[in-house]
């Protein structure tokens, strides 16, 4: 079973006020999909994220040697339009499944989504535990 990351991007700027989106509804709707993702076993994590500027982002050079030598700068690093808002974690046999769960999330949420697998077995990186 392959395991993917499906991503949710927001759009930079500051949170829609409650009558420019219905976060009520929003949630409901992303629950009914997780709730399908959970019956069909492929239910693995899913959250929102703390706003950007919660953000740290670590820079190092490469190598164990230079970890203490890090840099830690506060904030988002990157200068973008938009910015990973959260993510689920979900496992299936079928792209096509997960490709469809991706759309009912963009659909609930009215965000872009993106779907990536991670590094199987044998690929260099750290393949998520299945256990």
């Known amino acids: 079973m392959t395991t993917y990351l499906v991503s949710l991007f ?3 700027g500051p949170t829609p006020t409650p009558e420019e989106l219905d976060l009520t509804q929003v949630m409901a709707d992303l629950e009914v999909v ?5 019956a069909a076993g ?3 994590f899913a959250g929102g994220l703390a706003d950007p500027a919660s953000a740290t ?3 190092a050079t ?10 830690l700068t506060d904030g988002p690093f990157a200068e973008i339009k938009e910015h ?10 079928d792209y096509d499944v997960v490709l ?3 759309r009912r999330i963009a659909a609930a949420t009215g965000l872009p989504v993106e779907v990536r697998p991670f590094q199987g077995e044998g690929d260099p990186g750290q393949a998520p535990s299945t256990s």
């Open 10 to 12: 927001q759009p930079e």
């Open 34 to 38: 997780n709730d399908d993702i959970r």
């Open 42 to 44: 492929g239910w693995v």
């Open 57 to 59: 982002t670590v820079r």
């Open 62 to 71: 490469r190598g164990p040697a230079h970890a203490a030598d890090a840099v």
């Open 84 to 93: 990973l808002g959260g993510v689920s974690i979900v496992q299936s046999d």
């Open 100 to 102: 469809g769960w991706a």
